[in-house]
């Protein structure tokens, strides 16, 4: 499909739609009366167009649904959208982004139910790491119950040192003994058994109670989170909080934000994991304090992977988003000086 013109700028289009195309991007050029004038068969693909011929109602179609116009990227002018673009009894859940040009402007489309490649990648590197905070969490709960019987059983022995050794060893303390070790080894069996299905993920959607999954979350921090002497509250209601979708999934994400936010917050600051129910759905809420760094408040809402450095928390907070947007919810992001900085989540409420 040849829909820019020849000139200095062909070559230019032609590399940066084959750069797209590779990397399942949908590309738009749009001239500065805002119409396109260039789109790849990606492009065409997710807005619905068969052809080239219907792709200037598509694109009026997309701008009138496209919402988040507050999403400008700081320090740039770039601006990022989400879109649910109907189609024949349909939806096309559309995520964008556009950027000024010379002549007009570029956009980028992604089906944001669709995890690519990298993004899986990120998962497995993601759940590796949650892995690591969940096995220190667990080593300390087994440690707390080993310890606890290991003393008891001296006790039982007549090691304690002092005169109670003798008493400590006989009737009625015997019984309580022995009864705080079998606790406690129950207590290492269940350990043992979070253990061993830490790393099993849930196939497919289920009825989620997110108060549940927002204490594991935190129990699954709270390690971490003593480590760099920071607070972390939990926030939840009585009622139910229920959505459906894939609980392994929407917990990396929570986990993901949670955990990029730890690692740059200062000591002494307070860290708050919060669920409850509003008007639009059903919401996640992690917020503290501090502020976005320049390379996460840069990268935030980027779409292309190439925006994102190796090895920074920037790759968490996009797998995050990923992984919101693809569970059919809401990533949404505010980070205010004074004010603190605050990922939100919002999933529909599950059908009673």
């Given at each position: ?72 990227a700081a320090g740039g002018a770039s601006l990022a959208f989400t879109a649910d673009l109907p189609q ?265």
């Amino acid at each position: 499909m040849e829909r820019f013109a020849a000139g200095a700028g062909a070559p230019v289009c032609a590399a940066l739609d084959a750069l797209a195309t590779r990397m399942g991007l949908g590309l738009l050029l749009i001239d500065r009366q805002g119409h396109p004038r260039f789109c790849n068969r990606t492009a065409l693909d997710l807005l619905g167009c068969g052809e080239a011929d219907g792709l200037d109602e598509r694109w009026a179609e997309l701008q009138a649904v496209s919402i988040s116009t507050d999403t400008r990227a700081a320090g740039g002018a770039s601006l990022a959208f989400t879109a649910d673009l109907p189609q024949n009894g349909s939806i096309r859940f559309l995520r964008g982004e556009s950027r000024p040009t010379d002549d007009g402007q570029e956009v980028f489309l992604k089906d944001r139910r669709n995890l690519g490649e990298l993004d899986l990648e990120l998962l497995c590197a993601s759940r590796m790491r949650e892995w690591i905070h969940q096995c220190d969490a667990l080593v300390h709960d087994a440690n707390g119950a080993v310890n606890t019987i290991q003393l008891t059983l001296e006790l039982l022995d007549g090691q304690w040192p002092g005169s109670m050794a003798g008493e400590q060893a006989r009737e009625p303390h015997r019984r309580n003994h022995v009864s705080v070790i079998r606790d406690n080894l129950e207590k290492l069996k269940g350990t043992l058994r979070k253990l061993a299905g830490a790393h099993d993920a849930a196939p497919a959607a289920v009825d989620i109670d997110l108060r549940d999954l927002v204490h594991e979350t935190a129990a699954t921090l709270r390690m971490p989170a003593r480590r760099r002497r920071i607070g972390l509250d939990v926030q939840v209601g009585d009622r139910p909080l229920r959505i459906r979708s894939n609980r392994a999934r929407v917990r990396q994400a929570l986990v993901n934000v949670a955990l990029s936010r730890l690692e740059c917050m200062a000591e002494r600051s307070t860290l708050v994991l919060e669920a409850n129910a509003s008007p639009r759905g059903i919401e996640l809420l992690c917020r503290d304090d501090g502020e976005l760094s320049g390379s996460d408040r840069a990268g935030i809402y980027r779409i292309l992977p190439a925006e994102f450095a190796a090895g920074s928390s920037t790759d968490s907070l996009r797998l995050a988003r990923a992984i919101v947007e693809f569970e059919a919810g809401e990533f949404q992001v505010r980070s205010e000086a004074g004010e603190g900085t605050s990922f939100r989540f919002v999933f529909p409420a599950a059908r009673a």
